[in-house]
């Protein structure tokens, strides 16, 4: 199973960008679907996730100003993420959940830097 994350890069503060996730090598859908962050030096902490049966919570930070999408059926997430500040700079990841054994999916990262 490979999650990979499309999207990232820099933008300045109040700007927009999309990060999207595609899993591949699955014969299953995930159960969760979900975009986690990690500054260096930092525990890696909840952006966003959404159920198989469409619940979606939100880290308190994201709240009003990131959404998130996901086509559970096919395993592809989305985080649209509006009005970036500069301490929404970090690398963020793409996280599934799910399989016969259910166990957690990692992507390998792209970075989010906000900056003028």
């Excluded at 490979?2 to 999207?20: D, Y």
């Excluded at 591949?24 to 198989?52: H, K, N």
């Amino acid at each position: 199973v490979r999650l990979v994350e499309s999207g990232g890069g820099l933008v300045q503060p109040g700007g927009s960008l999309r990060l999207s996730c595609v899993a591949s090598g699955t014969d299953f859908s995930f159960l969760r679907m979900a975009w986690y962050r990690q500054v260096p030096g930092d525990q890696r902490e909840l952006v966003a996730d959404i159920m198989l049966g469409g619940a979606i919570n939100y880290g308190v930070f994201a709240k009003g100003r990131f959404t998130i999408f996901a086509h559970m059926g096919k395993n592809t997430v989305d985080l649209q993420m509006d009005n970036l500040k500069p301490e929404d700079t970090a690398v963020y990841y793409c996280n599934g959940f799910g399989g016969s054994t259910p166990r957690h999916y990692w992507g390998q990262g792209t970075q989010v830097t906000v900056s003028s």
